[in-house]
């Protein structure tokens, strides 16, 4: 994934790898925490990753269903981008977004090879998700908000995208973020900075951790108002 960093899983915690912040993050303030690196684009292998159900369960209870537009942030290979195809269906859109324009082209073949017409493919930035106001019902990332560089900054710019009942749906594992995970804790505080409350959090070990669940919560709140969370 590169110099920003920000792609699905490749997480599994057995290798410290560190990044420095790649720039100030101008009025929002920086994260004071170890930010990881990318080790790999894949966790693990999709057939090994479909034998614990991880996908479905995931989709499951984030309430995933026909017609509703989704977000996969982080996409890589597109282990969910083609598992949330299937479930939205026909009437659903899925925006499957990294920011490696390597494994955005990638993915692009691979939804043009199996002929997925409602999942469009977005290059995004570290700092900017880069979606679309008021579109989604649910915007998932998966083994991949440990790896964000700037996370308040993200996190403001991601908030617009949702619908008024919309969604944030965060897969990690509960250990350091330096170990590839971010404690519950400093999740729920990062989001709460920029005007999210936590809706729900339950463990996942499908999954390799747990999920939590963010709706925004009152006005969005100007840059450099922004507080930053000590670990």
Avoid at 27 to 37: E, H, I, K, N, S
Avoid at 86 to 102: N, W
Avoid at 147 to 172: A, C, H, M, N, T
Wanted: aromatic share 6%.
């Amino acid at each position: 994934m590169g110099a920003g960093l920000l792609l699905l899983a490749g997480c599994d915690g057995a290798k410290p790898l560190l990044k420095q912040q790649a720039k100030p993050p101008g009025p929002f303030p920086a994260a004071d925490r170890p930010v990881a690196g990318i080790v790999s684009s894949r966790w693990s292998t999709e057939e090994a990753r479909d034998r614990v159900n991880e996908a479905a369960a995931v989709m499951d209870r984030a309430g995933i269903a026909k017609g509703m537009t989704v977000a996969d942030i982080g996409a890589g290979e597109g282990y969910y981008t083609i598992r949330l195809s299937d479930r939205v269906g026909r009437e659903g859109r899925v925006l499957a977004q990294d920011i490696i324009s390597t494994t955005r082209d990638a993915l692009a073949q691979r939804v043009a090879r199996e002929r997925l017409a409602n999942v469009s493919v977005r290059l995004g930035s570290p700092a900017d998700p880069r979606l679309p106001a008021a579109s989604f019902d649910r915007v998932l990332m998966v083994h991949m908000y440990h790896e964000i560089e700037q996370p308040y900054e993200f996190l403001w710019r991601l908030r617009p995208s949702l619908k008024p009942d919309g969604l944030v749906v965060v897969v990690d594992a509960d250990r350091p973020t330096q170990n590839h995970g971010t404690p519950p804790a400093l999740l729920a505080c990062e989001f709460a900075a920029v005007g999210y409350q936590q809706a729900s959090r339950q463990e996942m070990t499908s999954a390799g951790g747990y999920m939590a669940t963010f709706r925004v919560a009152g006005p969005q709140p100007e840059p450099r108002a922004v507080k930053g969370c000590k670990v």
